[in-house]
């Protein structure tokens, strides 16, 4: 019998899924936030209870988290240092010569990871071109490794990042120091930049490999445990993280470059998704996965999820590009905000509703939890509108409390505004639709897509519950809700294959264009992805030589003098004579994509390069869609807020699991199961698919709002 488990830790709660050929057992129980290890080994002890198998014949754990993330926003990383080059030291606070807000003039810029104080610098130098400016000295490094050392105890550094000026270029000088630090200090954590990002722009890059270094103890010392309590609980399989671009890593490569996981648990999400879209064989997706903190948003087209090289983490401002902390490494592109079940509502100096950033999360949790939470919550709103039952919450161990609920609502917004409960409720619930549905606005907008035309996928504990709501906001006909949606990031770590995407710096144009420096670049780049690869199949006791690699190739081409680049597909693992022209006519073709029309005239130049090294996707059973067979009637019935008509409805009440291929259900409907809930205005339908799948669409005869209400 073939047993694997994904286990994923969320802000609010740890979600375990459990695959026994094919079965699905799974759970969900709060996050323990002091120890995330041990919510992981609650949740791995109930499903395997459930499945009554052998926790010994295991045969892999595929874990994501949320842990690099809070470190990163939360600053309670390592005690860190910077070592670069001298006359750059303050980059990282200088940013770039973008503002966020343009014409701000009391622009607070976001505070380093790493202060003043704790960055310092070499006279080395390195040109853009590879030329030795300045010689490595190597007694001027001893000198300065004396001065990292000879510290307080409680000021003593527990990691080093090394980041110099092009050292993308050539990354000796880097090298050379890691090893002169390494032979005084065996046990210090060192992070080099030239392996974290080797990428053109000196913010970005010294900006990741902070990041690096910063949570790298960290998240070292969790995955550690985690990995020696899992053994001691009877397992022996090899524990695997899954990476902020949708593949696995094992351990050992997580440990080194813990960066990479930032963005994981949603990944995951990402991963559910595309595999849903290719069963039902869909080209245009919206994935939207909305669990206890955070809502993310992502675009799959061709039932793969958009990608990118860089992103960023703990924005100042809310959708505000700029404001964050930038990491350069490849992430599936995606939008996220603070609008999850646990997200705090609050009213601001305006007298306007506010929900989100912050969040209740697991400790104390939503007022309704009964965990010593006081203030109100999304949960506590669908609790109040009746979109969420005591009765039918699936979470093990909570009783949700509706008085709790009302008590919270009264305080912070109701008291304030001179509303009842319930409409304090409705405000919340709208507002944080309507937060979702133009975060979902500006994503489709920034890459050029009409989201109306997409299909959107929703999972996670709380977005089925909204997702009807944001269909409607955003003129989407078509909705799936996947079977075990409230745990699809879990299964999606289940789905992902074993990859690794190489990055590099490379300038070179398509005029003047050096094939043989480029087909050597490419070579190595290839020879990095496979060993990190090879090394995480070799792990599982397989031959890596026995298992096909897929090799995926992209150049990131612009016009000379523009600031930013697009990705263009590269087929050839090596070019010939004519590889510029090859490169300019499909850069030209990528551009119309993008922007409508190519400009003539202008030079064109690669300044980046990556090779992506997979193992192939598992062929998909195709889903027929079906139609309905017979409408479904209950005679259970729950009072509903409209949000569309701002009337109360009596909707019909159904257990999922009551459900068969070709049940018709015709809103205003809730459908309940274990761990999430499904909204259906009255305005939708839903039929259940052959795959377990429910899939919802605008019913034949739509109710108009009345007048005088949007």
Not at 73 to 96: K, N, P, Q, S, Y
Not at 549 to 558: D, F, G, P, S
Not at 564 to 571: A, C, K, N, T
Request: charged letters at 25%; hydrophobic letters at 40%.
């Amino acid at each position: 019998m073939s047993l694997r488990i994904g286990a994923d830790v969320g802000g609010t709660f740890t979600d375990v899924v459990l695959d026994a050929d094919g079965q699905l057992h799974s759970t969900k129980v709060l996050t323990t936030y002091d120890a995330p290890e041990q919510g992981i080994l609650d949740g791995v002890d109930t499903v395997v209870a459930e499945a009554g198998v052998d926790l010994a014949n295991l045969d892999t754990f595929i874990h994501g988290t949320t842990l690099a993330t809070n470190a990163l926003i939360g600053r309670t990383g390592a005690r860190t240092a910077l070592v670069t080059t001298d006359g750059f030291r303050d980059t990282i606070e200088m940013r770039t010569e973008s503002r966020f807000e343009q014409y701000d003039l009391n622009l607070v810029l976001p505070t380093p990871l790493i202060e003043r104080k704790d960055r310092h610098v070499l006279h080395e130098r390195i040109g853009a071109d590879g030329t030795v400016l300045r010689p490595f000295d190597d007694d001027e490094a001893r000198a300065l490794i004396d001065l990292l050392i000879d510290r307080p105890e409680e000021e003593a550094y527990e990691s080093i990042a090394v980041g110099f000026l092009h050292a993308y270029v050539d990354g000796s000088h880097e090298r050379r120091f890691r090893d002169l630090l390494l032979e005084r200090i065996p046990d210090i954590a060192v992070s080099i930049s030239s392996e974290v990002s080797p990428q053109m722009r000196e913010f970005e890059r010294f900006n990741t490999v902070c990041a690096n270094a910063y949570i790298q103890p960290l998240m070292a010392s969790y995955l550690r445990r985690l990995e020696d309590q899992l053994h001691a609980t009877g397992a022996r399989c090899p524990v695997y993280l899954i990476h902020s671009g949708g593949g696995l890593l094992d351990v050992d490569a997580a440990i080194r470059f813990p960066v990479r996981l930032v963005e994981s648990g949603p990944a995951g999400g990402a991963i559910f998704a595309a595999d849903i879209a290719a069963r039902h064989d869909l080209d245009r997706v919206l994935s939207y996965d909305m669990g206890g903190t955070t809502a993310k948003i992502c675009l799959i087209e061709d039932q793969t999820p958009r990608t990118a090289k860089t992103f960023e983490v703990a924005r100042t401002h809310r959708f505000t590009k700029g404001s964050g902390m930038p990491i350069s490494i490849p992430v599936i592109e995606m939008i996220e905000i603070g609008a999850g079940g646990g997200s705090i509502a609050s009213v601001d100096g305006l007298g306007q509703i506010r929900v989100g950033p912050l969040s209740a999360g697991s400790e104390p949790g939503p007022a309704s939890y009964g965990l010593g939470g006081t203030e109100p919550t999304v949960t506590d709103a669908n609790l109040v509108l009746g979109r969420l039952s005591a009765e039918t919450f699936g979470a093990p161990d909570i009783d949700l409390d509706d008085a709790a609920a009302r008590r919270a609502l009264d305080v912070s917004i109701s008291d304030q505004l001179g509303l009842e409960a319930r409409t304090a409720a409705i405000g919340v619930v709208e507002v944080v639709d309507e937060n979702m549905a133009n975060a979902a606005r500006v994503h489709a907008v920034e890459n050029g897509k009409d989201v109306s035309a997409f299909t959107m996928i929703a999972f996670g504990g709380g977005a089925p519950i909204h997702a009807g709501r944001l269909c409607e906001k955003l003129g989407i006909n078509e909705l799936l809700i996947p079977p075990d949606a409230g745990v699809g990031s879990a299964i999606g770590f289940l789905r992902a294959p074993f990859a690794y995407e190489a990055l590099r710096s490379h300038h070179a144009t398509v005029d003047a264009f050096d094939h043989s420096a480029v087909n050597q670049m490419l070579a190595e780049l290839a020879n990095e992805a496979r060993s990190f690869v090879s090394g995480a199949i070799a792990s599982t006791g397989v031959n890596p030589s026995d298992v096909p690699l897929e090799v995926e190739r992209w150049a990131y081409m612009r016009y000379a003098g523009q600031g930013w680049e697009i990705p263009v597909p590269v087929d050839e693992a090596s070019f010939d004579l004519m590889g510029g022209e090859l490169l300019a006519n499909r850069f030209e073709k990528a551009y119309e994509e993008f922007f409508g029309r190519a400009i003539s005239g202008l030079t064109i130049e690669a300044i980046g390069w990556s090779v992506r090294v997979t193992t192939p996707r598992p062929p998909v059973d195709r889903v027929e869609r079906i139609g309905s067979a017979r409408d479904l009637i209950s005679e259970c019935t729950r009072t509903l807020h409209d949000p569309a008509t701002y009337e109360t409805v009596e909707a019909t009440v159904v257990a999922r699991e009551s459900l068969v291929a070709g049940d018709r259900l015709v809103g205003p409907a809730i459908v309940i199961e274990t761990q999430t809930t499904t909204i259906l205005s009255p305005r939708q339908q839903a039929v259940m698919q052959s795959d377990g799948c429910m899939l919802i669409t605008p019913a034949s005869i739509e109710t108009e709002p009345e007048a005088g209400h949007p």
